[in-house]
């Protein structure tokens, strides 16, 4: 573990009032580089992405990748007590990130004009599935469903069958969007001393995602097809069939390469100036004949001659990876991307943050257990012995 007192966050003092997946992902990255996370749970029963699995060890797995390096306060925040710890947690933060549904912060006694007259240097991150305006804004908002509202579901799959990403792509991306927008607001912070109102709905980092299907069917006037693990607009790009069985991945980026594939990699060099080859639009005009021919010439190769051939003409590719292969990756381990975290259920693996910083090692904190830094929070923020034991008792806490 780092000393999280020489990291660039150090300091810096966040009140998460968070659950499932894309807030917690905003917060673990900004505790992983020095700053406090207090995470407030729901008393007895906490983040529901505690009891999404218990595949680590007993643990959640979506609850181990999320929340190291926290601290975990348990609160019914229905009681007014409660209200009165929250309120003094934000009086001493730099930030509030929640996820809560769009207007239960503002029932609660939270609202944004509230706050920000209270404490003009507070950063304020909203996130929702949908924002906090607008016919949707109150719909739940699930990883699936933002994913098919958002249209990926329409470019992602095969002809017969659309597919969700096997990853909560709309989470990730509003709690990437998130962090990055608390850190942009921290740098305005700065300069101007004035904190911020900050919201990030899954629908809109989705839609950034988005990316060339939404300009290309916008101003094509037709959708991409549905194309498996192939590429929709390039060719080749996707995987081809080795003689031995072994599938290949690889994606031809520009012309240059297209005429060194074909020369030493298929031992073709008439095949690129084919017309119906000669350039991007043509190769994926005529996929079907393209991906024939390749696989022909692979289907007369092994798997590493196909890779070595690729490796000499500097053509990218790849292999089909599990995730147990992933996991043990020889680039990962040559970049020493494990570490080792603490848990309540003992020492766990973990992957580093992927921003690398000159000279500095994440925080890579422990995992807490449910409510496990109460007493000690409760006690910084004055209340005594017995008040806890009394709200522990009540059901405060």
């Known amino acids: 573990m780092s000393d999280t007192q020489a990291l660039p966050l150090a300091g810096l003092t966040v009140v998460a009032i968070e659950q499932a997946v894309a807030a917690p992902l905003a917060t673990r990255h900004l505790a992983d580089w020095g700053a406090g996370v207090i995470k407030i749970e729901r008393s007895g ?74 404490h003009p240097r507070l950063i304020i991150c909203a996130v929702s599935g949908y924002g906090s305006s607008g ?16 249209g990926l579901l329409s470019v992602t799959g095969t002809p017969e069958s659309p597919a969700k990403a096997g990853i909560s792509v709309a989470d990730i991306a509003a709690g990437m969007y998130a962090h990055s927008a608390i850190l942009t607001a921290l740098v305005r912070r700065s300069t101007t001393g004035d904190g911020a109102a900050i919201e990030v709905s899954m629908l809109d980092a989705l839609g950034e995602w988005m990316s060339h299907p939404l300009y290309s069917t916008t101003y094509g006037g037709t959708p991409l ?39 030493d990699v298929l031992a073709q060099p008439l095949l690129a100036d084919d017309p119906r080859f000669v350039n991007n639009p043509a190769r994926v005009e005529h996929r079907d004949t393209l991906e024939a021919a390749i696989n022909d010439a692979f289907g007369r190769l092994t798997t590493p001659e196909i890779v070595q051939r690729l490796d000499a003409a500097e053509i990218a590719h790849a292999r089909l990876n599990t995730v147990e292969e992933f996991a043990a990756h020889p680039q990962l381990a040559a970049r020493n991307r494990w570490r080792e975290i603490e848990s309540p259920v003992g020492p766990l693996g973990a992957l580093a943050p992927p921003v690398m910083i000159d000279a500095l090692e994440p925080a890579m904190g422990a995992v807490p257990a449910l409510g496990e830094h109460t007493e000690t929070i409760l006690g910084e923020q004055g209340y005594d012995r017995s008040t806890i034991a009394e709200w522990r008792k009540s059901g405060v806490i």
């Not at 306060?73 to 007014?80: A, E, G, V, W």
């Open 45 to 118: 029963t906490g983040d529901f992405a505690r009891g999404y699995d218990t595949k680590v060890k007993g643990l959640s797995s979506y609850f181990v990748w999320l929340n190291r390096s926290k601290e975990s306060l348990t609160l019914d925040l229905k009681r007014p007590e409660a209200t009165e710890v929250v309120t003094r947690l934000i009086a001493g933060a730099d930030v509030l990130v929640h996820n809560l549904a769009p207007g239960a912060m503002d029932r609660l006694g939270f609202s944004n004009a509230t706050l920000r007259a209270r």
């Open 135 to 150: 016919p949707y804004r109150d719909r739940k908002a699930y990883d699936l469903l933002v994913q098919s509202e958002a």
């Open 225 to 263: 097809p549905r194309s498996g693990a192939r590429h929709a607009n390039i060719a080749p790009y996707g995987p081809f069939s080795a003689g031995d069985g072994g599938t290949v991945y690889l994606g031809i980026q520009n012309e240059r390469e297209w005429q060194r594939f074909c020369r």
